[in-house]
């Protein structure tokens, strides 16, 4: 939920003169949740490997469920002033110590409990849960701002998704009260075989180094940037950067990410079949080929006019100190700077020049130079619009299926890998040593890409070459899965790793 409402968080809470600088402080805010996932996967993931998997799920969805439901309850900066940030930051981060132990807890539990040979198909229902989740939250946003209206909505109508959270903790625990505790842990309890101190354990010997290295990027870190590409940063790029209605974008990506969710099932049964390590580096694979080419075709049909624009009445700037701060909450302080700020807000993507120092700032379009008085309505002239499009019928059906494609290698990722994981880890430590490294991977390299995107975007002027992070990253991902991974499929549980 926070995810989708970031543009809208921007303005409550992190108010000032440049909505960039707004919506990128709660990008940073939405990656502070992934940053503790670490602190939280060492807190849970030791409870896990010594008082069992049941009971340290039970805690984590109830931090979770009440911490969301707490920032329904915030004021916003008009209300509270700072007090209002700083709150939504510690609420975050509690969401994020708490998913750094449900995921761990979540996927062991379904893997201890599955036949061996399908341990990939078992999990890859629990991998449903991220898709099927934003899905889900994006349909509750679209209906509670049809439902009250755009005015009520900014007002306190935004508050509704997270309050509703309250109903599904209740749900939630009164279901996992329900469920008995792993076979593979109470065999270990019975035995007397539970690690006394489970993450030093983990972490004691070079060859275990390795392995959550190994797990680290070459698992976590690259599943996540595909799956976090196909969902938080497809809908930050049609909303924010090519200006495509957000009512429109969120029922395209509903509709895409309800279909995807339940061919995670499909990939983990794929991996059953043919091993976990070919269906997450095919995975990879596609990434790297439709990462570009995918976000330009969404980017050319769902706002021609704008690419249009960009392609032929190219926009220049030249000037002294040509630079932008896109956190300057009160302006820039260049002329330059200022200049590229009105770029900036209108989404227009523009190259810099070099010029000699103390010269006045000076933009082109399409050749012609312009003033910064004149520049808005020279921009407006060019084609250059931030108003919301609506793309026609035809070029619909061309962006659902460039999202499918640009979703689908965080399907082949995602699938299998918590079955993958699972199975790179010996029973007495395997609750820590796979929340500690997964959440690493996911909080530290993936959790803050939405932001890194966005920021490298407002200082480059350009909307693809954000992207460069998350290509290295998958690059990087697949070396170390290739020369780091070993196939686990078919692997009992109960063995030494």
């Not at 996911?442 to 975007?457: D, E, S």
Request: with cysteine; hydrophobic share 50%; glycine share 12%.
């Amino acid at each position: 939920i926070y995810g989708t409402l970031a543009p809208l968080f921007g303005k409550l809470f992190f108010p000032g003169s440049s909505p960039a600088a707004g919506f990128l402080l709660a990008l940073a805010t939405f990656g502070v949740g992934f940053a503790v996932r670490p602190i939280g996967a060492a807190i849970f993931g030791t409870l896990g490997d010594r008082l069992g998997r049941k009971v340290t799920f039970l805690v984590t969805i109830t931090l979770m469920g009440l911490a969301t439901t707490a920032i329904g309850l915030l004021g916003t900066y008009a209300q509270w002033g700072i007090a209002a940030p700083i709150l939504l930051v510690v609420l975050r981060a509690l969401q994020g110590l708490a998913v750094g132990g449900e995921y761990g807890g979540a996927v062991i539990y379904v893997c201890e409990h599955a036949p061996v040979k399908k341990r990939g198909f078992y999990t890859g229902w629990i991998q449903i849960g991220a898709s099927a989740g934003f899905s889900l939250s994006l349909l509750v946003v679209l209906a509670t701002e049809t439902l009250v209206g755009e005015e009520a909505w900014i007002a306190w109508g935004w508050r509704l998704p997270f309050l509703s959270s309250l109903l599904l903790l209740a749900v939630s625990i009164w279901m996992r009260l329900k469920l008995s505790e792993s076979p593979v842990f109470a065999a270990m309890q019975k035995a007397g075989e539970l690690a006394r101190t489970p993450l030093r354990e983990a972490y004691a010997t070079p060859k275990q180094l390795r392995r959550l290295f190994a797990t680290t990027f070459g698992g976590a870190v690259g599943q996540s940037i595909c799956g976090y590409i196909g969902m938080i940063q497809l809908l930050n790029f049609m909303q924010v950067s090519v200006h495509m209605d957000p009512v429109l974008t969120r029922t395209l990506l509903i509709g895409v990410l309800a279909v995807l969710a339940f061919t995670n099932v499909l990939a983990g049964w794929l991996s059953d079949h043919v091993g976990r390590k070919p269906v997450v580096l095919a995975g990879y694979a596609m990434m790297l080929v439709v990462l570009f080419p995918g976000f330009q075709l969404i980017a050319d049909q769902a706002n021609p006019a704008l690419a249009r624009a960009a392609r032929e009445h190219p926009v220049v700037v030249s000037g002294a100190e040509c630079t932008f701060n896109p956190f300057a909450q009160h302006g820039q302080t260049s002329a330059c700077g200022k200049v590229l700020d009105t770029l900036t807000r209108a989404g227009v993507p523009y190259t810099k020049q070099d010029a000699l120092a103390g010269s006045a700032p000076v933009v082109t379009i399409a050749g012609q130079p312009t003033t910064p008085e004149t520049l808005d309505a020279a921009l407006k002239a060019a084609g250059y619009t931030t108003a919301p499009v609506s793309p026609p019928l035809g070029n619909l059906v061309v962006i659902v299926i460039a999202m499918v494609v640009v979703g689908l290698p965080g399907i082949l990722t995602y699938g299998p890998m918590g079955a993958w994981l699972c199975e790179q880890f010996p029973a007495r430590t395997r609750y820590s040593s796979l929340a500690t490294s997964y959440n690493f991977g996911v909080g530290i390299f993936a959790g803050f890409m939405p932001f890194i995107v966005q920021a490298t975007v407002a200082t480059t002027g350009s909307v693809m070459t954000g992207f460069a992070y998350p290509f290295i990253m998958v690059v990087f991902a697949a070396v170390v899965a290739i020369f780091g991974l070993p196939e686990t499929a078919g692997k009992r549980l109960q063995e030494p790793a």
